[in-house]
């Protein structure tokens, strides 16, 4: 049995099960700040603390969703271990995306993961389809819940 292989079947086990849960990042305004600087966004609403405390319905800045949703990285490296023979993983994109509840300034995120699907595209790929959904800490309502797709590549 090849490492795509071995990869495939223990993984299909685990379909439709929590797979992994991260540690918690705080989205502060420096962060924010910096992803408005890197994106050319600089809405008040997430760079202008004192008129989103006098006028927006949040009373604070929020993140961007892109932000949010951008940590996804991180918390995948934070749940998914490289697997026996694979050489890389690449984002492979979205099915579906929902931003739900904003993030304000100062909160903590975390992604937790549930295994969907995952295929053998080839002899050399995986492809995994996790739902994604981004917490935020003391709040019922989710950041965002996302269907992410991801390719595992393995050596020849």
Known sequence: MTALQN??????AQIGREV??????????AMIDSFADATHDQQWIHTDPERAA????FGTTIAHGFLTLSLASRFAYDCFETL??????VNYGLNKLRFLNPVKAGSRVRGRFVLK????RNERELLR?????I????EET???????????VFQD
Do not use: F, H, R, Y
Not at 84 to 89: P, R
Not at 129 to 133: G, R, V
């Open 142 to 152: 989710p950041a965002l819940v996302a269907e992410w797709l991801g390719l595992a």
């Open 20 to 29: 992994g849960v991260s540690n918690w990042i705080t989205v502060d305004q």
């Open 135 to 138: 917490e935020i800490e003391g």
């Open 84 to 89: 026996e023979g694979q050489v890389m993983s």
């Open 117 to 120: 699907e995952i295929k053998a």
């Open 129 to 133: 389809t996790n739902i994604l959904t």
């Open 7 to 12: 990869a495939l079947a223990n993984a299909e």
């Open 54 to 57: 006098a006028e927006s319905p």
